[in-house]
């Protein structure tokens, strides 16, 4: 059974069909094969309850706050905010696109919104500056993936719904290992500026930055308002992550209001792009819960849990073997697909070997980072390349290497020391108990 | 990109009806979701109880965008495929996966579609209410749902038939606007990343 499913996916993904149409024929044929009674009679009620699932609300509501941010005209003025902070610094604007593509994926749940915002202000500055192509370029793309990372994210509220945990644990989780991970890029970015000195240009500068630097914080004001509003209210106990999402989205659309760019062509492409990419997660999850529920009813989740587990591998061998299984699947498949269709199986996997699903959530998240920058299905890279519309795109794969070393070292450290990703949900959500 | 000259006025009208849709499901988002959920959370902080039943009116609303947002998924092929094989394939041999991949959508498509009628019509026989306050008849929600679903179907339908008469009519170019991967250029124009989207003032 696990053999027909399994060729049967592979092979189906693999001639192109649709991930959605591929989940859902898998599920049908299962059920017509394996199943007493046929399954497909419950679908239609699959459908309805998850398609108004209060916890998938904060998805397109998060989906359409990164639409109209990267329409605001906010980044701009964040990336010239933070230029006057990195000047000494070795690698100096690449610092600035790390940390605004930091302080951006605070407001944003989308690693696509943020590449393409941030790339869209920074790539002006590159020839300008006399920076290494490769390395510039790759600070974009792999800054950019911290927008899953650090809340709110769009990965996380669907993961948390696959996976029966809670956003909120999810998002505490994230944050610590999100601001490591940026950290480490910037760390990467010293050593191979010190290594090679004609990476970025020499830091001489002679003078005060004290001036510029207050002087840009206010412009820091309206992202940090937007994260406090978001993640704040769930931890004060004011707001579920839905209804933070819900508080973002209408501040968000009062500060493109504010930045007088609140047009009403603005506002219908941002319903597009939301409306897009919600209908294609949706098709995907609904999918994945029809062939999830043949799975567990026909016994092929135990049966596949159980097969894993009877090969006697040690916990952190299995992990090592799911990570790496994940860094070469992710070279190939879209990201989002990627994890919707294998959180159900993975994860009670994860639980048998004695770990935290919500443990898993952050650094499964760090895994489809790793494969938004991993050639040749790695969307950041293209969407990077797209706004810098010259050059090679090898350039992006070269230069995004490093990064991906980094999000190897971040892995490794939550492996060693997982109270990295769980210290803060038990610190800020002492109700939900041990995560 | 996507609204080149067109021979097919049905091929046209059947991207600009699910456009306006998209648009009636953002809104649904928007309007539906977001305002009123915000209403309730400032509510209840301020005044110790919520004005609407926003919990479940979202949910709704969601189920809306999902219904009439659906069909948009096909005409700007959104619908994520793997493919990086199929891709490297001569183009006559890869419009024949490109087909497949369009009638398989339609199939799923189409059972979405009839299981989502026969919850429709077990509400009606039932004459289910939601359990709330508001006693919603859930024909209400669930007909909006379906009617998107169903147009949903409609499009996923059409397109490899519209397709299949490009090819008979030797335009493998329109063919692949409507069928083929997505390319580079139009994925990237419709998340707004073409690098022309940052308006500020």
């Given amino acids: 059974m696990i053999q027909v499913t399994l060729l049967m996916l592979l092979t189906s993904l693999a001639i192109g069909l649709p991930v959605a149409a591929v989940l859902a024929l898998t599920g049908y044929v299962l059920s017509e094969n394996y199943a007493f009674i046929p399954m497909t009679a419950a679908s239609g009620e699959l459908a309805w309850s998850h398609s108004n699932d209060f916890v998938l609300i904060a998805a397109p509501m998060f989906i359409m706050m990164g639409e109209l941010m990267h329409r605001s005209g906010v980044s701009e003025r964040l990336f010239s905010a933070l230029t006057p902070w990195f000047t000494r610094v070795p690698g100096q604007l690449i610092h600035t696109n790390i940390a605004a593509s930091a302080v951006f994926a605070a407001t ?8 393409a915002t941030i790339g869209t202000v920074a790539i002006p500055n590159m020839d300008r500056g006399g920076y290494s192509r490769p390395l510039f370029l790759g600070s974009i793309a792999a800054g950019g993936t911290l927008g899953i990372l650090i809340p709110p994210s ?10 029966e945990t809670s956003v909120a644990d999810l998002y505490a989780a994230g944050f610590l290992p999100g601001i490591l991970l940026a950290v480490l890029f910037s760390a990467v970015v010293v050593v191979a500026v010190l290594w090679n000195p004609k990476l970025a240009p020499a830091t001489d500068f002679q003078g005060s930055l004290w001036p510029a ?3 840009g914080l206010k412009h820091l004001v309206p992202p940090l308002c937007l994260f ?3 993640v704040g209210s769930i931890y004060l106990g004011i707001a579920t992550p839905t209804e933070a999402a819900a508080l973002g989205l209408v501040a968000t659309v009062g500060l493109v209001g504010l930045n007088r760019a ?6 219908l492409s941002a319903f597009e792009g939301t409306v897009r990419t919600t209908c294609m997660i949706m098709l995907i999850v609904i999918a994945a819960f029809f062939l999830n529920f043949v799975m567990v009813s026909i016994g092929l989740v135990e049966a596949i849990t159980g097969a894993l587990l009877s090969l006697g591998w040690p916990p952190l061998a299995m992990l090592a073997a799911i990570v790496v299984f994940y860094l070469v699947l992710g070279c190939f498949m879209e990201t989002i697909s990627m994890m919707i269709a294998t959180t ?3 994860v009670p996997v994860i639980v048998e070997l004695g770990y935290s699903p919500v443990w898993w959530g952050i650094v499964f998240v760090i895994l489809i980072e790793a494969a938004l920058i991993t050639p040749p299905v790695g969307l950041n890279l293209y969407v990077v390349q797209a706004v810098r519309k010259a050059g090679s795109i090898a350039d992006l794969f070269k230069g995004s ?3 991906l070393v980094a999000m190897l070292l971040t892995i490794i450290l939550l492996i060693s020391f997982p109270q990295l990703a769980l210290w803060l949900p038990t610190i800020l959500n002492p109700k939900s108990g041990p995560v | 990109m996507l609204q080149g000259e067109s021979r097919f006025g049905l091929e046209a009208l059947t991207r600009r009806v699910s456009k306006v849709l998209a648009w009636v499901a953002g809104g649904a988002i928007l309007f539906g979701c977001a305002v009123p959920i915000t209403i309730d959370v400032v509510s209840r902080f301020f005044l110790n109880r919520t004005l609407l039943e926003s919990f479940e009116i979202s949910g709704y609303a969601l189920a809306a965008c999902i219904g009439l947002g659906m069909g948009y998924t096909v005409s700007t092929k959104a619908n994520v495929r793997v493919d990086f094989l199929t891709m490297r394939l001569p183009p006559g041999i890869r419009v024949v996966f490109d087909l497949v991949a369009a009638a398989a959508l339609a199939v799923v498509a189409a ?4 299981f989502a009628w026969g919850v429709l019509q077990q509400s009606e026989a039932m004459n289910a209410r939601s359990m709330s306050i508001l006693q919603v008849p859930l024909v209400i929600p669930q007909s909006v749902w379906w009617v998107g679903l169903f147009w949903f179907a409609c499009v996923a339908v059409l397109t490899p038939v519209l397709a299949v008469l490009r090819l008979l009519g030797r335009d493998r170019a329109g063919a692949d606007r409507l069928i083929g991967s997505t390319d580079l250029a139009e994925e990237l124009e419709l998340i707004g990343a073409d690098g022309r989207a940052e308006k500020p003032r």
């Fill in chain 1, 344 to 346: 159900p199986i993975i």
């Fill in chain 1, 213 to 215: 630097r207050i002087a």
């Fill in chain 1, 401 to 403: 290497a490093p990064f």
């Fill in chain 1, 108 to 115: 944003s749940g989308s690693s696509l919104a943020t590449a």
């Fill in chain 1, 228 to 230: 406090f509003l978001v």
């Fill in chain 1, 262 to 267: 609140l047009t009403v062509a603005v506002l």
């Fill in chain 2, 111 to 114: 059972a979405i579609a009839y």
């Fill in chain 1, 154 to 163: 769009v990965n996380m509220i669907i993961y948390a719904v696959l996976s």
